[in-house]
């Protein structure tokens, strides 16, 4: 249901779709159905009290619907033009397909019978919205790596990892006890204690190539150390989406100094190299100097080869 | 309230009457037999009025057609059971089960009253969830935006949308796009369609629109372009290639989109689809001396520019 719908027709709403699901559920408690439909009680006796008063034209015993519910259970009878449920909305049809593309991403792949039941839904679902809409969710994960480590974190047990590390350009293995699961600006993280590096790390859940439980000392006892931020300057030469995003720069000018942070040295380096003519990198003067040089041996490369 | 409880009632019974009809219901058929119409007759025609745009707002659709060819031609009204009712075909507890799951990723996201008000309706069929086993199963559509809802409302509607867009270099452009498509990929929303100004599919980031999004009726006939897959990072799309030399056990992230890969010894050649120059340019300089690009041509002296800016500004 769209958001913009008024109190009142939301109600109707909840009216038409009363009418189906008493229809499979005859019998239910009052309080059951209020909880179902996410209103009170007294909210829930009114809706019925409502719904008695409607029927087919003629108005009549004969024509209205036949609601019980004076018990503290409900019952319905003669409402067969209403029996049936609904049809979805268009957005309804879009954010279960969408959601159908994330659970299809995270079933195993030996379950081909989930597999084919996920497809089956999407084209009676897709059928039902009637344009060729396309929608797709690709799961930052692998299934098998997901499985891997929810079951690590819920287990409370270890796991070896094999992690790309993008600012190393490193592909490390890892053992690492796992601490919990989050999300962070579209992106989650596992947060872990890392015995390869002696302390706790975070490791975004997409760039871990595969995973595999395994036993790890039970003693997380390392002092958790802070890494000292590298504060550095960089200059913008001309105006780039690509260098606004890279280096978060919400409000970018020109020929300006703008001081910014990063924990890895690596990442300011590589960061100002894929920038390319766009930025200027004026402080630490060592990174800097070391920018330098590194550029000239790659150039002296294109030209001698 | 009781003049609300009445309206309720009045649409719920003339919901019951549209749909129990096997032909159409003149205004005053509807009038005289309806309860809840009551007032003057222009009292009545108003209320009519509005009761039918609120039944449409609820995703009812109500058919207009003629009540009787023969003998007049004023216009009737019915709703067709065939719109009205849900029709998934028969529904195993496992798909009801798979479908509760696909509602419960929108948990607090967007999508999460729709989801969740597609579950209700799902309910009523009456097949019990049989809970199955995804070991770990916890997805989430996370950094969901708010935008979604207007968008997938413009898909259905083949309607525009009229955003403020960022380009590549930071100029805030106006786009008028019929959206067709709707994607999420490495925590990015995406929403492709027909960009009016150029008349072909373009593809934005929904976090690159600037401000709010506005949606324009569109009046006029629309057709979905069949040829239109939304998967472009797929190699086969991609009209040229570039030759790349990548340190063994470096360059993972550019390794990543290579097509082929040969072994060279110390170093391996591998062949990566060029979407952009640009792109490739700032991939290649991120890997600094573990990647040396061949060709092609262009592609090779727009880093060799850049490797000279990088000397010149930082000297």
Known sequence: MSKNVSAPLLRTARLLDLVPFLNTHQGIALKDLAAHFDVTPT?????????????????????????????????????????????????????????????????????????????????RLTRILGVPVRLSVVAAASGAVWTTISQAVTAHSG??????????????????????????????????????????????????????????????????????????????????????????????????????????????????????????????????????????????????? | MPTVSRKIERLINLTIALLATKRYLTKSEIFRTVEGYEGSAETKERMFERDKEDLRSLGITIDVGSFDPLFNDEAGYRIRSESYQLD????????????????????????????????????????????????????????????????????????????????????????????????????????????????????????????????????????????FELDQTDASSAIRFAIIDVRKGKGHAIRALATSVTDLGEWDQIKVPIYTIEYLTAQILWHGDDVFVHEPVDLRENVVQQLEALVVNHE
């Not at chain 1, 609601?67 to 268009?90: C, H, Y």
């Not at chain 1, 379950?111 to 839904?121: E, F, G, K, M, P």
């Not at chain 1, 947060?191 to 871990?208: G, K, L, P, S």
């Open chain 1, 43 to 123: 909210q829930m006796s009114a809706d019925l009290m409502t719904l008695w008063m409607c029927g087919l034209p003629g108005y009549t015993p004969l024509e209205l619907m036949d609601l019980e519910f004076e018990s503290g259970f409900v019952t319905i009878r003669n409402a067969p033009t209403l029996a049936k449920p609904r049809t979805i909305t268009f957005q309804e049809g879009v954010a279960l397909l969408l959601g159908l593309d994330l659970v299809a991403a995270s079933i195993p792949e030996n379950r081909i019978d989930l597999l084919t039941s996920v497809q089956s839904l999407r084209e």
């Open chain 2, 88 to 227: 998934l075909g028969d529904i195993t507890p496992t798909e009801m089960s798979l479908l509760s799951l696909a509602a419960d990723a929108w948990q607090g996201a967007a999508f999460a009253e729709q989801a969740q008000s597609a579950i209700l309706k799902l309910s009523s069929i009456g097949v019990p969830a049989d809970p199955i086993d995804i070991p770990g199963f916890s997805p989430k559509l996370s950094n969901s935006s708010k935008d979604l809802e207007t968008i997938s409302g413009a898909i259905g509607g083949s309607d525009y949308l009229i955003f403020d867009y960022l380009s590549p270099s930071l100029l805030s452009e106006r786009r008028e796009v019929i959206p067709i498509a709707l994607s999420n990929k490495s925590g990015f929303w995406y929403v492709s369609g027909v960009d009016k100004a150029v008349q072909e599919v373009r593809t934005f980031r929904l976090d690159r629109v600037q401000g709010a999004i506005t949606v324009l009726k569109n009046k006029e006939d629309f057709e979905f372009p069949t040829d």
């Open chain 1, 159 to 305: 796991l070896e990892i094999h992690y790309h590390s993008l600012y190393k350009d490193q592909i490390s293995q890892r053992s690492v006890m796992p601490v919990d699961l989050y999300d962070s600006n579209g992106h989650q993280y596992m947060r872990a204690f890392c015995f390869t590096a002696n302390d706790y790390r975070e490791f975004r859940v997409d760039r871990i190539t595969s995973a595999t439980s395994a036993a790890v000392p039970a003693d997380l006892s390392a002092e958790s150390t802070n890494p000292e931020k590298i504060r550095f300057r960089i200059t913008v030469n001309n105006r780039s989406r690509d260098v606004a995003e890279r280096f978060a720069i919400s409000d970018m000018a020109l020929e300006t100094e703008i001081e910014l942070s990063s924990y890895s040295r690596q990442w300011i380096e590589r960061s100002v190299m894929a920038s390319g003519a766009t930025v200027t990198l004026n402080s630490p003067v060592e990174i800097r100097s070391e920018l330098a040089k590194r550029a000239q041996l790659m150039l002296n490369r294109y030209k001698g080869a």
